[in-house]
């Protein structure tokens, strides 16, 4: 009877740590915006501003639900050049601003199509810039090829990015 025993003290707390991971882990994550009072959308243009960080204009199109910690915002406007997305990233427990991400479509070049994604960290304070090779032009394939990593080109300064959307007769900060 005793090894009958030790098994039922052994797989009790098991049976409860896994119950524990499946119910509480497999949550959609931490707390909502809602709870935390955090929005991220428009109307975080403001505190956008004070960051240097571009605003989403009013008729850019969201594409994930509010209950997800990453938004995404489309310009419905595909012409070359462009600023064509905004990705936003909120922090897994807390919903806080974590980082956004903007994608510049530059031009094309024979068969291949440029872009610029620059990161703003707020955790680490850190800007990265980044010109890469995509592919195919996302009027002729599907729009979700412009989100793929693509090619790295280069890597450049904050001020280098800038100066080439400046060529593209882009503004970076668009207010």
Known sequence: MK???RKILIII??????????F?????GGKSFEETGTNFTKSFNAERKKMNLPVIPDNWKNLSPLKYKVQTWQNPNSNLPSHFEKTVFATYETAEFEK????YNLKKIGEKYYQL????????NEWTCLLREVLPNPKEENKKHFRDTGTMISELTIEQANDTLKKYGIK????
């Open 3 to 5: 090894p009958t025993y």
């Open 100 to 103: 956004e991400i903007d994608k």
């Open 13 to 22: 707390p098991m049976i409860l740590i896994l119950g524990y991971i499946v």
């Open 24 to 28: 509480d882990w497999n949550k959609v």
């Open 172 to 175: 970076r900060l668009n207010y």
């Open 117 to 124: 994604v620059i990161e703003f960290s707020k955790t680490e």
